[in-house]
Nanobody, 115 residues
Framework: QVQLVESGGGLVQAGGSLRLSCEAS????????VSWYRQTPKTQRELVAR???????NYANSVRGRFTISRDNNKHMVFLQTDNLKLEDSATYYC?????????WGQGTQVVVSA
């Protein structure tokens, strides 16, 4: 079983930054893709950023150039550096690990961007 625990969310003013972290534990399947998704009460869960198992990076158009995803395989950590935050970035951010046809999710960390 895989457990994912996110942290780093909070309240930030527009233009500010946050660094989200996700720690994986348990029996972690490899190879795996790691991703960050986000969701609000009014929107479906959407992909924000992904690192594939072979090292390909994908970003949503809305965050490209402002957000950076990274991973530390030795520490089983995934990070999302969020810069120049906008009001519309407010959401609950979820860490995702995908491997061998199975998705694993964390409980989410909330980001609130204020004017």
């Amino acid at each position: 079983q895989v457990q994912l625990v996110e942290s780093g969310g909070g309240l930030v003013q527009a233009g500010g930054s946050l660094r989200l972290s996700c720690e994986a534990s348990g029996t972690i399947p490899v190879p795996n893709d790691v991703s960050w998704y986000r969701q609000t009460p009014k929107t479906q869960r959407e992909l924000v950023a992904r690192i594939s198992a072979r090292g390909d990076y994908n970003y949503a158009n809305s965050v490209r150039g402002r957000f950076t995803i990274s991973r530390d395989n030795n520490k089983h950590m995934v990070f999302l550096q969020t810069d120049n935050l906008k009001l519309e970035d407010s959401a609950t951010y979820y860490c995702n690990l995908y491997s061998r046809g199975k998705d694993y999710w964390g409980q989410g960390t909330q980001v609130v961007v204020s004017a």
